[in-house]
């Protein structure tokens, strides 16, 4: 059953808010052709708000044949026009592009990687410390997709929509009362039963509360961009310190979108081991994601950062209750905690990179947060807040 005109609109207007505009702010809406209607919405919203709105759509039919007909020597090279719109712009919407996700797991590697390399000076812009535009993106519900996930429609609606329609204020308050558990803190300890154990360390870095709200204020101090589905506590940890042992049950590829199952990786003084990283199924492509980022990185930034630890997450949105591969969602389950490798500028970090990474563990962590004084404050006990 599609999503009614009254929910699409309330959507569109829980994204806007996100988005804290001023009139005159010029705002690039994107989007698939299968979100069209919401599109339309957000634009509305975006006018009613005194910004002025550009949509650009695309389709799965188009991007089917872009990457079946065109060659990589056109796809790697740089959309000058779009690249001038984000400049000037002050604010990037994006929706998912693909009504079936499926169909890029076909895509040529080669192509996917031609077209990364065309998109890094739109990265720069937006990752820039002092003039990084603002974004959002957002998830968006189908019936291809929830057969992609092996789920109902019903329930990856419930997750995605239920999920963008938390209260902003609800997520605050519940993020504040996990940021007080960190007053002080210095190191972290995560565990579990299924093979996740590791270390990281937290002292002096920023504790960011994702209330799905772009504050000035988040602005002010290099925050810029939010997700919807919104609700995790996340901090950048020290990149070079911190070491253990991650069990991720499924994750999507950070280049093909395939899905990756039953990952174990392991990392040591911040460092991603990985030729020691084990997976069920696309290991190859996990692997294959992480070296072609390295060795853009290696062109572009010193240090190199591609492997390193990036974000610390902690899941806390009230109305997402299930993990399904579906990273925007899974990282913001109750229960389960997140590590990224990779860029971290944005939020307290000192990493700058073309991967960013997050790998989610099951439901049912422990946490606890050792503070300066070396007392130990147990946060979370087999996925349940103390």
């Known amino acids: 059953m599609a999503l009614s005109e009254k929910a699409i609109e309330a959507c569109a207007k829980s994204m806007i808010q996100t988005c804290n505009l001023k009139k005159g702010d010029g705002v690039v809406v994107r989007g698939g052709i299968h979100t069209m209607a919401l599109l339309e919405d957000v634009a509305m919203e975006c006018y009613k708000k005194g910004a002025i709105p550009y949509i650009i759509t695309t389709s799965d039919r188009l991007l089917k044949r872009v990457y079946d007909e065109i060659p990589a020597s056109t796809l790697e090279t740089v959309p000058k026009h779009y690249v001038a719109m984000v400049r000037e712009c002050d604010m990037i919407i994006g929706i998912e592009e693909l009504d079936n996700p499926s169909i890029a797991e076909k895509f040529p590697r080669e192509k996917l990687q031609a077209r990364q390399r065309a998109s890094l000076p739109i990265h720069d812009l937006l990752t820039h410390p002092k003039k990084g535009k603002k974004w959002l ?39 504040k009362r996990i940021d007080s558990k960190f007053e002080d803190a210095s190191w972290v300890h995560v565990w579990d039963d299924k093979g996740t154990d590791f270390r990281v360390k937290v002292e002096g870095r920023r504790r960011n509360i994702d209330d799905g709200i772009i504050s000035q204020e988040d602005y002010d101090v290099g ?42 990786l392991s990392f040591e003084k911040g460092k991603l081991q990985l030729d020691k990283v084990t997976a069920g199924k696309n290991l190859d492509a996990l692997i294959s994601s992480f070296k072609e980022c390295e060795e853009i990185d290696e062109t572009k930034f010193d240090p190199v950062r591609t492997m390193n630890l990036a974000e610390l997450g902690i899941g806390y949105n009230p109305n997402i209750r299930k993990a399904i591969g579906y990273i925007l969602t899974d990282e913001k389950v109750t229960g389960t905690v997140h590590v990224a490798f990779g860029l971290n500028m944005g939020y307290g970090g000192k990493s700058d990179s073309t991967m960013h990474w997050d790998f989610v563990t099951a439901p049912g962590v422990n946490i606890e947060v050792e503070r300066r004084d070396g007392k130990i404050v147990r946060l979370m006990e087999k996925g349940k807040f103390l």
């Open 137 to 175: 993106y957002a998830g968006w519900p189908t019936k291809a997709a929830a057969k992609r996930y092996g789920i109902t429609y019903s329930d990856l609606e419930k997750i995605i929509i239920g999920g963008i329609s938390a209260s902003p204020k609800d997520l605050m308050r519940i993020g």
């Open 223 to 264: 925050d810029r961009g939010a997700n919807l589905p919104a609700g995790e506590l996340f901090i950048a940890p020290h990149e070079t310190v911190g070491s253990g042992t991650l069990y991720c049950p499924i994750t999507m590829d950070r280049v093909s979108d395939k899905l990756v199952k039953d990952v174990h």
